[in-house]
């Protein structure tokens, strides 16, 4: 039997790389996936790219008007959620202490953590209990990357809501866990050097990038029964870079 047979899955911010990967791997397994993107074309073109059982919702997560648009389409069609993946996030490099504009910081914690705050918020009414809810949180919640504190920070903010949520919710059976990836190779490389991406290899102690779909398979993880006693925890899947 598929791990997600039957189950309803809203993933936000799921039109490529990481998010993508997942929604083809729960449909795979059964589910019924809900993504949700800014741009149309890029969001036609990630329904294509899953090809059944998926509806795509235009989205941007840090507007609450648009959470609410995604989760009346939910409501219409399905009715309930099984699973959300709040993984709709943004970050900007080189952006040293001395250099952040408000502008800067209201753009990444208005999607980071406040998107993420409402997304989570604005379900709860749809989800079943026993649920799951996963959280998109970065190795930058505990590495001090230079250039990046904002982005540091909001993911830091991740990991705090889970272990709240974990505690709010506990009634409900709802299990609420951070999934932290590390250097993923992605559309982010596109147009990077190769000198740079190969030190950002080198700090990886498996020696390796990591792939989309090694992510997909840790949320498969945290969605299915699978981890039916795991909750509130941070799982990094970084090929070690955050834990030596």
Known sequence: MKKLEGKVAVITGSTSGLAL????????????????GRRQKELDEAVKAIGSNVTGVQSDSSKLSDLDRLFETVMKQKAQIDILYASAGRGDFNVPLGSITEEHFDQTFDLNVKGTLFTVQKALPLMRDGGSVILTGSIASVKGFPGLSVYN???????????TWTNDLKARKIRVNVLSPGTIDTAIFDGVPVEVKDQLVSLI???????????ATAALFLAS??????TGIELFVDGGTAQI
């Open 205 to 215: 102690p498996m020696g390796r990038i990591g792939q989309p779909e090694e992510i």
């Open 21 to 36: 990967a997942t929604a083809k791997l729960f449909v795979a397994e059964g589910s019924y996936v809900f993504i949700s």
């Open 153 to 163: 920070a909001s993911k830091a903010a991740i990991r705090s809501f889970a272990r």
């Open 225 to 230: 029964s699978d981890s039916s006693f795991v």
